[in-house]
């Protein structure tokens, strides 16, 4: 079985632009979570979606947004970026509802803002 | 809120000797436990994780956490490192029966092993 894909594996880009970053889970499951990771920050949530809809979000501004398609893949979307969004970007995956489903990880989005 | 706190950020230890990663948590209800590893360029991979059955849990590579309710701490061991552990160990928690799932990380820490 694929594991959680994840595209596009880096992506550069300037100050102000947008981004669209995408996440094709585990096949069956149907709860996809972000996560942003920075050497300052560590690990912190964005947001998780279970079909289609978006149950949890983090602290994070408004500027970063996702959703969730029919199929389960989801896509976030960060405007206006900004030199502090320049982090790589996990999507997780699991099968159900639940805190205690494992949550299988992407590789990952290597976010560069210049 | 809960929260996990890493003591260390970086361990090292020789080949063949003990790994002992910590890590203590904070929460206002009886939480779900994870332990994570990533690797260089790679996501993240669960070890082992406590959802309050046994309390000492046995994951995968060897590895193994106990979970001591009156201590608040969730220690990742293993008893004999392999060069292949080096990577960076991350503790989670996970609120159980509410409606929140997402996990919350520690700051990680950085094993190496010296051959």
């Known amino acids: 079985k694929a594991g959680v894909t994840q595209t596009p594996r880096y992506l550069i880009k300037t100050r102000g632009q947008q981004v669209t970053l995408s996440c094709s889970p585990i096949s069956g499951h149907r709860s996809v979570s972000w996560y942003q990771q920075t050497p300052g920050q560590g690990l912190q949530f964005l947001f998780e979606y279970f079909s289609e809809t978006q149950r949890n979000k983090g602290n994070f501004p408004g500027r970063f947004s996702g959703r969730q398609f029919s199929n389960s893949r989801s896509e976030m979307n960060v405007s206006t970026l900004e030199l502090g969004d320049s982090a790589l970007y996990l999507c997780?995956?699991?099968w159900g509802q639940g805190a205690y489903n494992e949550q299988f990880f992407g590789p990952g989005t290597r976010l560069t803002v210049l | 809120a809960q929260s996990v706190t890493q003591l260390g950020s970086h361990v090292s230890v020789s080949e063949g000797a003990l790994v002992l990663l910590r890590c203590n948590y904070s929460?206002?209800?009886?939480?779900?436990l994870f332990w994570y590893v990533q690797y260089p360029n790679q996501g993240l991979q669960l070890l082992l994780k406590y959802t309050s059955a046994a309390t000492l849990v046995k994951g995968i590579n060897g590895f193994e956490a106990e979970f001591k309710k009156s201590e608040t701490s969730f220690h990742l061991t293993k008893p004999s490192a392999h060069m292949s552990d080096a990577a960076e160990y991350f503790c989670a928690v996970s609120e159980q029966g509410g409606s929140n799932y997402k996990l919350t990380f520690g700051k990680g820490t950085l094993l190496t092993v010296n051959p």
């Open positions: 997780a995956s699991s």
């Open positions: 929460s206002s209800v009886p939480p779900y």
